[in-house]
């Protein structure tokens, strides 16, 4: 027996809301790849975050607890300098990473002008070698 709609069943009542417009955005592969690496430059950030707490901890430490050992004093003064080190490239990485993200949304929004802006053609060259100059509304 083929599976029929049952009549008897509450069919669930759908309500939309009509947008006014709607605007698309073309992006050619390198723009979505650079979009994809903004999701990379959070992960700097993260552990930008953690490289810099840790190292302000010992740093925090070192400054407030005499250390008797020698071994571990340098243990601790080795962990601020990796951690301000590690925690300051990553902080430059996520800065990069963010710019280039800015960059190229900024240039997708730019295609698409503002609803009554007049939108300028590329000249075309006609076929007796002159060219012509068209602007569009719109």
């Known amino acids: ?4 709609p049952n009549e008897d069943a509450v069919q669930p009542r759908i309500n939309r809301g009509r947008v006014g417009s709607l605007s698309l955005y ?7 790849q650079v979009l994809e690496e ?3 430059g959070t992960t700097f ?3 930008a975050v953690f490289f810099l707490s840790v190292a302000l901890s010992f740093l925090a430490t070192l400054l407030v607890t ?6 571990v004093f340098t243990v601790f003064v080795v962990v601020v300098i990796v951690g301000f080190a590690a925690g300051g490239v990553l902080l430059k990485l996520w800065a990069r990473a963010r710019r280039n993200t800015s960059k190229v949304l900024k240039r997708i929004k730019d295609r698409c002008l503002p609803e009554g802006a007049a939108r300028q053609v590329v000249p075309a060259v006609s076929s007796a070698g002159e060219s ?7």
């Open 1 to 4: 027996m083929p599976d029929q």
């Open 26 to 32: 073309e992006i050619t592969d390198h723009e979505l």
């Open 38 to 40: 903004g999701s990379l």
């Open 45 to 47: 950030l993260n552990f």
């Open 66 to 71: 005499p250390i008797e050992s020698d071994r």
């Open 132 to 138: 012509e100059s068209k602007s569009e509304a719109g």
